[in-house]
Each structure stands twice: as C-alpha cells, then as structure tokens.
C-alpha cells in the first residue's frame, strides 16, 4: 500500500484503521489536538482539509504560531518547522464527533496524557470544542483553561469558526500575548 502525505495504517481498539500520523517535533512548542481525523483529511494525508479545519489554522497562523504554507505545501510543514505538532484523541477517523463514544474518548485521552508527558508539551491547542472537553473530562470554555490540563500544560480552545468575528479576535488576541511572552 501506498501511503500519501501523513498517512499510516495502524491497530486502533483491535482493529486496523488508515489514519493520519501524529506529528511530535522535537522538542514540542505546541500540539493542535482533534478530536478525530475526518475521512477526507485522511483521504488526503493532512490534518484540518476541509473549510472549516482551515479557517482555524489560518487563525492560528495569523495568531503567530506558525507561517501560512506556501502554495503547493500544506500547514504541517510550517507547523512543524514551528515546533507545533498535531495528533488526535481518537486515531479512528469518522464523519463526526457523534460517532466517537466517550469510551474511546476517554481511551484517547489517557494516550495523549501519557503522551504529553513524555514530550514535556507546553501548549495544547484544540481547534474544537470537542477535544478540549474529552481532555479536561469536563466542559472547557473558548480561550486559555484556568486550570491545567492532564500533562500539566496549558490548554487553549479556540473560537468556534463561526463566532462572532469580534469575539474571535479578542480571543485569538490572548494566544498571541502568550506567543510573544515565549
């Protein structure tokens, strides 16, 4: 089998699953955590393919964490050349979050702890609501979290990409303060 861009097949809860790879740099600024891979994401080999996935790593590029890709490339090279790496709770990819139960979730959330740990993560940015809540086992708030996340770092939700356009550039304003205290 051919694999394209971040491809690989893996064993996930017994069974084997073509999934996206995650994408540790060494050493780890940041990590952007989805809930789950879409299946065109997968289909394609790159994190956040669809319009909205984008719409938020342009945010997250205007914020300062990473350069907007050439043409012709793709956000996980600049991401990665920023020391940003990207990876999923739930390695299974499914059209969307309903079809992600919560024992997978929690299943998800103990490997990317373990995870974080090991890589001594910093920063966690979730592009969704979805996996900031399976993350902190609770309801997270748009913005950086009060408390720290399982890992002990920090855990920023971002804006839904949809919200208010005002709202989402005093919120997107606090990653950046935080991007240059670094």
């Not at 490339?73 to 940003?84: G, I, N």
């Not at 059209?95 to 373990?114: C, I, M, N």
């Not at 002990?152 to 804006?159: E, K, S």
Request: include cysteine; glycine fraction near 8%.
């Amino acid at each position: 089998m051919r694999f394209v861009g971040y491809q690989e097949s893996i064993q996930w809860m017994g069974a084997p699953v073509m999934t996206l790879a995650d994408l540790w740099p060494d050493p780890t600024r940041a990590m952007i955590v989805g809930l789950n891979p879409a299946p065109t994401s997968v289909a394609i080999g790159h994190y956040y393919q669809g319009a909205t996935g984008q719409r938020q790593l342009n945010r997250l590029a205007d914020a300062g964490l990473f350069e907007r890709p050439t043409e012709g490339t793709f956000f996980e090279e600049s991401a990665l050349a920023a020391r940003v790496g990207f990876t999923d709770l739930v390695k299974r990819p499914t059209v969307g979050e309903k079809d992600v139960p919560r024992s997978e979730q929690r299943l998800g959330r103990d490997r990317l702890t373990a995870e974080l740990r090991r890589h001594d993560v910093p920063l966690v940015i979730c592009v969704f609501r979805h996996p900031a809540d399976a993350i902190l086992g609770r309801k997270s708030v748009v913005g950086f979290q009060e408390a720290p996340a399982a890992g002990g770092c920090q855990l920023f939700r971002m804006p839904g990409p949809f919200e208010n356009a005002e709202r989402a550039s005093a919120i997107m304003a606090t990653l950046r303060q935080y991007l240059a205290r670094e």
